[in-house]
T-cell receptor
């Protein structure tokens, strides 16, 4: 089975800190995605990557950046964390074509 | 823009009853549709993936149907168990697009 691993289950960071969320997949998938999930707002796409060093903005990219230097790893970066970035962050990967997505277990980030 | 709606938002049934969860989408030009399960505070687990050319998919007690022309999918869970209690999310991938559009989910409670 494909495994998508998010490095932290829970994180607490201070306002203004630079935050890195890491995601690793083990099945050579082309596409990787970062979503955030908030009550009442559902899942919203932040960024996605369809190849190494390639990225595209999703629906809510403001305040975030991403890095994909290796195929298996996709990092989400909060340049200067703010309290409105407190959320559940979900990483996913997909091989493309007609295949579905596989999600990681999520990172609950709290910014204080 | 693809809009995905799931009705009802919440459902409570006694153990043993069959579950029927509905998903509707506005743009019928889809590539595939995926049903996920999410337990509180956890990531998404893929249940079933239906390609646009398929009418249904089955896995154990789960059966998902797709009527692309009317913009509807239904997830049936037979003989529900307390362990089926979770939030079920429907996600649609449009043709020529990497991204998924998610519904808000249906939260299911199965009472013992």
């Amino acid at each position: 089975d494909v495994k998508v691993t998010q490095s932290s289950r829970y994180l607490v960071k201070r306002t203004g800190e630079k935050v890195f969320l890491e995601c690793v997949q083990d099945m050579d998938h082309e596409n990787m995605f970062w979503y955030r999930q908030d009550p009442g707002l559902g899942l919203r796409l932040i960024y996605f990557s369809y190849d190494v060093k390639m990225k595209e903005k999703g629906d809510i990219p403001e305040g975030y950046s991403v890095s994909r230097e290796k195929k298996e790893r996709f990092s989400l970066i909060l340049e200067s964390a703010s309290t409105n970035q407190t959320s559940m962050y979900l990483c996913a990967s997909s091989p493309g074509g007609g295949y579905g997505y596989t999600f990681g277990s999520g990172t609950r980030l709290t910014v204080v | 823009k693809q809009e995905v709606t799931q009705i009802p938002a919440a459902l409570s049934v006694p153990e043993g009853e069959n579950l029927v969860l509905n998903c509707s989408f506005t743009d019928s030009a889809i590539y595939n549709l995926q049903w996920f399960r999410q337990d509180p505070g956890k990531g998404l687990t893929s249940l079933l993936l239906i390609q646009s050319s398929q009418r249904e998919q089955t896995s154990g007690r789960l059966n998902a149907s797709l009527d692309k022309s009317s913009g509807r999918s239904t997830l049936y869970i037979a003989a529900s168990q307390p362990g089926d209690s979770a939030t079920y999310l429907c996600a649609v991938r449009r043709s020529n697009d990497y991204k998924l559009s998610f519904g808000a989910g249906t939260t299911v409670t199965v009472r013992a």
